[in-house]
Each structure stands twice: as C-alpha cells, then as structure tokens.
C-alpha cells in the first residue's frame, strides 16, 4: 500500500534509553561493532553500516550553571532531494513506494560515492558485504503494514512514525506548545532543507550540535558540477593553447 | 562556507594511481594528437610514442577502479541498469560521465595504439590517413582531456568537506595531468633516440603546463579559504613541499637548461609532484 511515510523525533522526549538502536539492529539482524566508551554514555559513536540509528549525547551548561545533556536518536533522513541518490552511477538507490530512499543490496557495487554525498554521514561501508548500507526505513515492515522497529520500541513516543503530512502537523503543534510554555530555543529540523526531510526533528539548540547541517548548507552535490566543469573547460583550452604555441615555437636549441 | 557531516568514502590508493595514470594517459594522447597535427616530420616518431604510451597506461585505470569496488564484479552497473538492461548514465554524476568517457577514451585509445603499431613497420592504416585521421584524434583528445580532468570533479560534486569547497579541482588535476603526461613523454623520448626538436617542444609546453598548475594552486587554496587550513597538519604540509618540489624545480631546469640528464630528472620530479598532489587531495580531505 503506497504511502508517503515519515518520521518525527521530539529530543526533548529522548531519555538516551537507545531501545530504538537495539530494536533496529535486532530487526536488521545488524551485529554491530564492539562497543567504544569515551566520557559519556554513547557507545555506538556515529551512525554507519553498523549502526542505523544513533542515540547522541550532547552535554551543555544550563542556565542555572548545571549540566544537562541534549539527546536525540539520528537516522537517515531520506531526503526529498537526496544527495546519496543524485550521485548514485548504478541506480542502486531508489525511492520507494512509500517515498523512502532505499540502496537495494542487489545492485549496489559498493563504489562508495553515496558516502562522500550524505551531508549527515549516515552511509556506511560494509566490509563484509562490499555494499553501502543505511537504514531502510524498515522497507520489509512497511511492506507489512507494521511500524518500524525504532518507534515501535521507543517507550517514551520520542519517535513517531506515520504518514508524513501527519508527521508534519504534530511536529508544528509540538514546536507551538513547547514555545508557548516558554521553550524559546525549541526549533524543528526537517521542513525546508533537502526538499522537505523524512525525518523531522524537534531540537532544543541549534541544528550543528546534533550534526545536522544549517538550512542555509543544505545543498546537493550538483551545485558543483557547472562550475568545475566550465573551470576545467577553461584549463583544457589553455592547456591546448600552451601546447600549440610550444610545439608551434620555433628558434631557440631546436 | 557550506558545513557538512561526512563520513570518507575510504577512496584510498586505488583512486589516487588511477587518478595519477588516468592523467597521464589522457594527457600522453592529446599532446600526441597536438604533435601529429601541428608539428613536421622530425615530430612523427614522439607522436607515435605518445600513441603507444597511452593505451598501456589507460588498461591499467578500469582494473584499479574495479578493484576498488565493494562488488568488483558488478563493475557493469556502472553502465548497464542490472533490472531493466538498459544504458545506465547520469549526466549529473561524474562518476556515471567517467565510466562512459573511460570507456569510449579505450576505444581510441586502442585504434591509435593500432594504428602507431601499423605505422611503425611502414604502413598507416587507411581510415587514420587525411582528415577522417585529424578528426579522429581530435576527438580522442578531447575524451582525453576530459579523463584528465573529469577525476577532480568527481571529488568536487560531493558534500565531502574540501572536495566540496572549491570549484578548481577539476581544472587543477587537468593542469597536473597535462604537466605529468609531458613529463612521461619527455622522459620516454629521452631514453630514445628521437629527434631533439620534439624534446624542446615537449620541455617548452611542459614549462606552460607548469605556470598553470601553479597558478592553480593559488586558486585551489583562495577557493577554499578557511577551509584549506586542514593541510597545515605536517604530514599534509610535507606533501604540499614535495608538490612544490616537483613544480617549481623542474620550472627552474626547464628554463635554464635543455640537457638531458637535467631535463630528464626535472621530468621524474614532475611525476613524483603529481602523484604527490594526488595523494594530498585525495587522502587530505578524508583524514
């Protein structure tokens, strides 16, 4: 049943339990990698081939002098404009009836230049398979009908799945309460940048402490391509003419 | 300054040798073409070099970048849709642009190969004699510099912080892959007995080469702005030194002398400069 699914991570519900992590990696079968300690309580460190979604811990002072954390559960954003498809020379990653972004294993070559695309390093690269992987959106659930693995688990609601025009009205009516209580610093993520998100978030700080890029630098690889190709256009002329005009010399120790 | 989260793609030695052979051979074949066309008789022999430098370089590209692959043997969904058959090509991703150039740049590659081998025992083969002849290494030029060149736009259409961030990696790698081509053909020339006209030449048009690239590398560095400052770690900075080497004392012997043993080792710094500037980019901006 073709819909258009989506997302919405409220991180001021996240109570960093990571029931999201382990639901994912059960239904994915994903083993992940062994687990790294530094000074907090993430240990799965980043998201990757491994890891397909993410509880960040972002400690910060608050404005009583304590310390508090930010946490919120990452995951692929699956991107209206998604920078991982655009570059994608095998049409390996598609866009799903339910208008997720989705690498099918079988045709992926593991070329690896969806990874050096994905402004929110999502992407990874299985070594063990030779593919790039990321979250599905639990495609096989969906094609079930059943919610995936992440927000079924999540105990407090801080991930909710639904139809993404839904996603978007209970987002906004969230930004309005939490602002209203006096949550000044509340923002959502998600609604403008790469043609509108799959995964909206509700933050509490700005967007780069999570890892998400500003609106104003959400733009895809492409915007690349006129410019370095007219730049090299230029050199090759240049460099023909340089050749021309030495090969054309004549005098000097000829 | 756009920023971004990204993870490297782990494009590691594969990528820097064919991005340094896939300069040289692309580069190697146009300045042949360049020779044929506009030079005399005393320039055939370095033409025909350059003809048959090129193809040997160019075989070894497509097997580094298959090895490269998660999958090596899916390297024809490059090119081939595995659901529908049909042509896979995506104007829009260099990587699908290089695979077809890669591809058709073979081609010609191999029919001027042919045709140097041909002409080597005295005969040329028919369909490469008169214009249809001129046309036809043009074109192969042209798909050669754009082997040459294509490579930093590869780098650039990314969200891979420093790749991202400037639009002269494209043309600084052309610039590059044109110097190390004459550089290679100098030194093959060289080690020959060819006529010591053709040597000038290519001495002299790798002196222009030069100037460019290093124009383009204060472009590359303003281009990226704060940005660039991830060289200044020592390793990459030891690097940059050792690109600087290979451009800015092989400019110096060029001017100075024509000599062989000189010009021949200012042709080996250039190469190592090249392959130096492409382990720089390449590794720099994933570590």
């Known amino acids: ?254 | 300054m756009v920023e971004h989260f990204v993870t490297p793609p782990q494009w590691e030695w594969y990528i820097v040798w064919y991005f340094f052979l896939g300069g040289i051979a692309g580069g190697v074949y146009a300045l042949g073409a360049i020779l044929r066309l506009l030079g005399d008789d005393r320039d055939a022999p370095v033409a025909r070099l350059a003809f048959l430098l090129s193809l040997p370089v160019l075989a070894v590209c497509p097997i580094l970048l298959t090895l490269d692959l998660g999958r090596p043997l899916r390297f024809w969904h490059m090119m081939i849709d595995s659901r529908t058959f049909g042509l896979n090509f995506k104007y829009w991703s260099p990587m699908s642009v290089g695979v077809w150039v890669l591809l058709i740049f073979c081609v010609f590659a191999f029919v001027s190969f042919l045709e140097a081998l041909a002409s080597l025992r005295g005969s040329r083969a028919p369909f490469l004699a008169g214009g249809l002849g001129r046309v036809f290494v043009i074109v192969g030029a042209v798909f050669g510099l754009f082997l040459a060149g294509y490579t930093g736009i590869l780098l650039s259409v990314s969200n891979q912080p420093i790749w991202s961030d400037t639009w002269a990696l494209g043309a600084l790698l052309l610039a590059s892959g044109l110097s190390v081509a004459a550089a290679t053909l100098s030194l093959v020339t060289r080690l020959g007995r060819h006529e010591q006209s053709a040597e000038a030449k290519l001495t002299r048009a790798d002196r222009y080469f030069t100037i460019l690239e290093l124009v383009l590398l204060v472009v590359f560095f303003l281009s990226l702005g704060a940005v660039g400052s991830r060289f200044l770690a020592p390793r990459w900075m030891a690097l940059w030194v050792v690109v600087l080497i290979g451009t800015l004392v092989p400019l110096a012997l060029h001017f100075s002398t024509e000599r062989r043993v000189p010009a021949m080792f200012a042709a080996v710094l250039t190469l190592v400069g090249g392959l130096a500037l492409r382990i720089v980019v390449v590794f720099g901006a994933q570590m």
């Not at chain 1, 209970?170 to 209580?181: D, E, F, P, S």
């Not at chain 1, 933050?203 to 730049?231: C, F, H, M, Q, W």
């Open chain 1, 1 to 254: 049943m073709a819909r258009t699914v989506g997302f919405f991570t409220d991180t001021t519900l996240c109570i960093g339990c990571k029931a999201c992590e382990v639901a994912c990696k059960e239904w994915n079968q994903l083993p992940g990698h062994a687990p790294q300690f530094g000074d907090g309580y993430d240990n799965t460190s980043q998201l990757d081939e491994q890891n397909w979604r993410h509880v960040q811990f972002h400690e910060r002072t608050t404005a009583k002098g304590g310390v508090a954390w930010n946490m919120m559960s990452d995951v692929c954003k699956h991107c209206a404009l998604a920078s991982c498809m655009e570059v994608c020379p095998t049409n390996a990653i598609i866009r799903t009836e339910f208008d997720t972004v989705y690498i099918q294993p079988s045709v992926c070559n593991g070329c690896r230049d969806c990874i050096a695309a994905c402004p929110y390093h999502v992407i990874g690269f299985d070594e063990a398979s030779g593919l790039a992987r990321k979250c599905t959106f639990c495609y096989d659930r969906l094609q079930a009908n059943l919610t995936p693995a992440c927000a079924k688990a999540c105990p407090t609601e801080s991930i909710k799945f639904g139809d993404l025009d839904t996603m978007r009205e209970v987002a906004g009516a969230r930004l309005n309460q939490l602002r209203g209580q006096g949550m000044s610093e509340a923002r959502l993520y998600g609604d403008k940048e790469y043609g509108g998100l799959h995964a909206l978030f509700l933050l509490t700080d700005k967007p780069e402490i999570y890892g998400l890029p500003p609106t104003e630098s959400a733009v895809l690889p492409s915007r690349n391509n006129v410019r370095g190709y007219l730049g090299t256009l230029v050199t090759a002329a240049l460099g023909v003419a340089g050749a021309v005009f030495a090969f054309r010399e004549r005098g000097g120790k000829e």
